[in-house]
């Protein structure tokens, strides 16, 4: 976790020409893919629990994000969402770039924004939206086997899930988080709106 790797990062994005998405009546949304440390020198990102009382998706793993409200930007709605969620200002300027966008079974369209924070401890959870929080060694989002592409019935599209942390986590964290490995990390020119949610999601 250095300056190395956040110019690696910042290269990589300006390298990479995301591929946004006609809305066609989806709601907008955006997530903070936030690049930290794991306290021991290492890049991690950050990852969140979702409040078990939450009326939607509760109990979730997730990046920090939701929707955009009227007349906000993705990035305003994300530097929003990060200080609501996880108690953390994040700056324009902290922002690295954007991935593609991905659509949701449930009717959003997310844009994901990367972000580097140099402070770990700056985050700590909003108990009345977020659990826990988790920060993931960049290292395990390319371990072998992982990420996990699954075959069924309901759709054509292969089901994308992340063995981590104990559980399987699925789309669009899960889409997100393989974009990220792929481009931002990897320098690979990787597309994932085509990958699918699992069936429970399709709501």
């Known amino acids: 976790f250095d300056a190395a790797l956040r110019a690696r990062l910042v290269e990589n994005l300006a390298g990479s020409e995301h591929a946004p998405l006609a809305e066609r009546g989806l709601k907008r949304a955006a997530v903070c893919v936030i690049v930290t440390g794991d306290g021991n020198g ?54 690295l770039g954007r991935l593609d966008d ?8 997310i844009t994901p924004l990367v972000a580097w924070c140099a402070d770990p401890s700056r985050a700590t959870p909003n108990p009345q939206e977020v659990a826990r929080i988790y920060r993931v060694p960049l290292a395990d989002l390319g371990r072998p086997g ?32 393989y974009q990220f490995m792929e481009v931002t990390l990897l320098g690979r020119a990787t597309r994932v709106a085509h990958l699918e949610q699992p069936v429970w999601a399709w709501r």
């Open 42 to 95: 290492e890049a991690a990102l950050v990852l969140t629990r979702r409040a078990k009382h939450l009326s939607t998706h509760s109990g979730q793993f997730a990046l920090p994000g939701g929707r955009v409200d009227r007349g906000e930007s993705a990035l305003e709605a994300a530097c929003r969402e990060a200080r609501e969620e996880i108690n953390l200002e994040l700056a324009s300027g902290d922002f």
């Open 102 to 109: 991905y659509p949701t079974r449930s009717g959003y369209v």
């Open 146 to 177: 992982t990420p996990e592409f699954v075959a069924i019935p309901e759709s054509e599209r292969p089901v994308i899930r992340y063995p981590l942390l104990g559980t399987r986590i699925h789309a669009p964290t899960a889409a997100v988080m």
